[in-house]
């Protein structure tokens, strides 16, 4: 029997009221796995209404207890690691090393930005009067909403709700109507726990309903979307008019630099594992590489036969796969058609280039050569197991060539020479770089992109913050 799943809201599974649902299915098997509620407007204004009444009583309770309500989460979520590994390979199709993963660094997170509750802090200026004081408080924003993609549908569950949690805001979260019984799972576990109701809130449906409300609403502080950049576009128009605080992740088409004096193996290892994880649907990882003419020939070699050798299937049949299939029919013809337009431009299929298997959105690792800057597949986000591979003679032509793209999110080097990295540091216009390793980012950090790649950013410190708004009181005293 397919389960039908329930908005969150209040505390409380709520029956959904339409007649209308959307179906589930494993992207590896085309089988349907759930159905959800296909929600509504007011579905979403009920769910911030919940979160409203329920945020002055939440940031009531000092830090601390707050935090300990996260610590809280991530010890069930721990408990329950098993259930929601499987949950996630068999709606998401990662490999099911990735997906244990996820789970176990979404408790990590929670308990990270648990431990901020005696740490984030106000200020105190000095004041151009005698007898005065200048007051810097950090304060919340009140109720905040988040959306989120289907890639790391449970983690970013935790990237949204932690943060605001901890610093006594509440929150109202879509979950990707392509992964959403991962959040079924969560919302099991915070109701179990006894979350005070109206904290967390879960409705799903379509970005045009659901997310739109979410983004419009006057009843909303702080918009918080990781998505595609027409999604972004759409969430800042629909903010706009109350002038709510918007936090885009969008897309990235993410530069590898490959200098003479790398060493070869990392580079080679380390860029097709950032293309591989997630069969390339990661926003950060390498998607177009440019690699110095002196290492050009054994570099395309090496990484020829790793492409070769990556191994792909049904993650929920076998654990030594390296990726699995795309997320939809959609997404795989998508990247079919790119690869095909490559291929009619004059790019060069070195390996793979095609759809595989009978059953599933699988498409075979691919790696493109002969390719020209201003080629559609070096431009635009391919989110699929795709790279294509340039050659360069200067790093000057290479920083030039890696900041020649609308997006701005991630970019790496690979080079021995410390001379070499700090121009390249200095130069390359992202929000992050990554020097001889894969592109993954850390919870301390701070995971933000520059032009159409976002606006804010997430983790560490700096993400926190998003979350705070500012109140100066200036105190005279005789």
Known sequence: ????????????????????????TNPATEALLSRIPQGSREDASRAIRAAAAA?????ALPAIERGSWLHKIASAIREAEPELTATIIAEGGKTQSLAKT???????????????????????????RPNENIFLFKKAIGVTTGILPWNFPFFLIARKAAPALITGNTIVIKPSELTPNNAALFAGIIHRLGLPAGVINMVYGLGPEVGQELA??????????TGSVGAGIATMQAAAKNVTKVSLELGGKAPA????????????????????????????????????????????????????????????????????????AAARDRVEQKVAEAVADGAKVVVGGRRAGERGFFFEPTLLTDVRQEMAIMQEEIFGPVLPVMKFTTLEEAIALANDCEYGLTSSIYTRDLNTTMIALQKLKFGETYVNRENFEAMQGFHAGWRKSGVGGADGKHGLEEYLQTHVAYLQFR
Do not use: K
């Open 102 to 128: 996820e789970v176990l660094f979404t408790a990590d997170y929670l308990d990270y930005m648990a431990e901020w509750a005696r740490r984030y802090e106000g200020e105190i200026i000095n004041s151009d």
């Open 216 to 225: 419009a609403n006057p009843g909303v502080g702080l918009v918080s979307l």
């Open 1 to 24: 029997m397919t389960t039908h799943h329930q908005h969150y809201i209040n505390g409380e599974f709520v029956a959904h009221q339409g007649n209308q649902w959307i179906e589930v």
């Open 257 to 328: 630099i490959v200098m003479d004096d790398a060493d070869p193996e990392l580079a080679v290892r380390a860029i097709t594992a950032s293309r591989m994880i997630n069969s390339g649907q990661v926003c950060n990882c390498a998607e177009r590489v440019y690699v110095q003419v002196g290492i050009y020939d054994r570099f395309i070699q090496a990484l020829t036969t790793a492409f070769q050798q990556v191994s792909f299937g049904d993650p929920a049949e076998r654990s030594d796969i390296d990726m699995g299939p795309l997320i939809t």
């Open 55 to 59: 945020q002055p009583g939440w940031e």
